[in-house]
């Protein structure tokens, strides 16, 4: 199978454009559901609830209890891969948003835990330790509930920067598929023993129809959707070609590709079924655009996954998720176009290339330690000559070949006037954001995506 030169537009399904206003519809919609919980919580509460011994305090833990849990539900729809919001938002925005909601949850259910032993404790007349040992001893209920909250606070640990750096992507992978054991466990434990559901039946059907939407979605969107698409299409391992030291193309064979969508610049979520590299998938763009029956990746041998993916077998099954990604075309926002990538960076450059609009006016730039890390460099100067371009290979270390302002100046002349695509590893990419800012390169034409978790 030959990868070289122009693809066909033919016999394949273009990836759909992102819908601007669903990102700010589903803002709204979780402010709306927020406020009704909030006003949920205060309408159960009544004036001898809040003058009984410990009254308050209980009245605290509830309506941290629903905001708390409510706040990790949103937490668990920004990280549900749904196809319409993750095209218009982008993965590393919904992972920011994510982190940037997680210490709430965290923070508001360990207020719940004290506020309702303390409360306990003035209405029991017991000490705070003592009433926390009778919850445990004496209320299956509260045990199950135990268990949700050290799943919860274990999860909000390993998802602290240091700790993410320490994990292997498996490990941290496996820590938060206990989040869903912790969710139902949190659900359970508040149907039976919440006082804003014991005798207010459209309170327990609102908060019952908001598990069930969330659970519904992330089943629908994980498992059904995902399923349904691979049964149809019957991915299967063609051949894997070491393109670079540690470097390799692995192609795919299926059927019915021409029904799907995809992007130049997207990326999906692999799992190859063989020994080692079943369990998890990871995420690899496409390295090309699909030319049916067929399907390309390439991947950098750095992790126990990637460096597996070198040893798989023609013939071996492949599941997938997505296509994911705004590092794409319909990101663009002018007729000018500049690229910068290094390393595996290269390839869904190479993938966006062939997607453009043929009167885009593209400059490439690559770097490389190596001439022979140049990733698909023919494919993608060929890429770039056909439609006129510019192409600049730069080869040697980042200190005696950088991408500086002086550079990039000589190089891409006009890149503040256009966009501007950087796909290499963080630091590359930042290094490279860092020059463009410098020369007037206004934000929202700055295109880069990252895959860290």
Known sequence: MSWTGQTASLGRRAGPAPIPWVADTLALVAGVGFGVVIALAISSESQSLLSSPGGWFDAVARVAALTGTYLMLVMIVLIARLPWLER?????????????????????????????????AQMTKAGPLHQLWVFLSNYPDLLAATVS?????????????????????????????????????????????????????????????????????????????????????????????EEAPGIYSVTIKGKQLSRLAVSGGQFFQWRFLTKGLWLHSHPYSLSALPRPPYLRVTVKASGDQSSAVRHVKPGTRVLIEGPYGTFTKHARTNA??????????ITPLRALLEDLPADVD??????????????????????????GGSFHALIGSRHQVPIDVRTMNRLAPRVAQGDLYICGPDGFAQRVIDVADRLGVPKQQIHHEAFSF
């Open 88 to 120: 218009t938002v982008g993965q590393d925005r919904l992972v920011k948003w994510h982190r940037r909601i997680g210490g709430w949850p965290i923070a508001l259910i360990v207020v719940h835990v004290v506020a309702v032993t303390l409360g306990y």
């Open 362 to 387: 593209v400059s490439v730039i690559v770097r490389a330690s190596s001439a022979e890390e140049l990733v698909h460099r023919d494919e993608v100067e060929a890429l770039v000559r056909a439609r």
């Open 149 to 241: 909250f050290a799943l919860l606070i274990f999860a909000g640990f390993t998802s602290a920067k240091i700790a993410r750096r320490k994990m292997k992507y498996e490990t941290w992978w496996v820590v938060h598929l206990y989040m869903y054991l912790a969710l139902a466990l949190a659900f359970a434990h508040q149907i039976v023993t919440g006082v804003m559901f014991l005798g207010h039946p459209l309170a327990r059907i609102y908060w019952i129809a908001i598990w069930s939407l969330t659970a519904g979605v992330v089943l629908t969107s994980r498992v059904v959707l995902p399923a349904l698409r691979n049964a149809r299409l019957q991915l299967r391992v063609h051949n894997v070609v």
């Open 336 to 345: 000018l176009v500049t690229m910068v990538g290094a390393g595996v960076g």
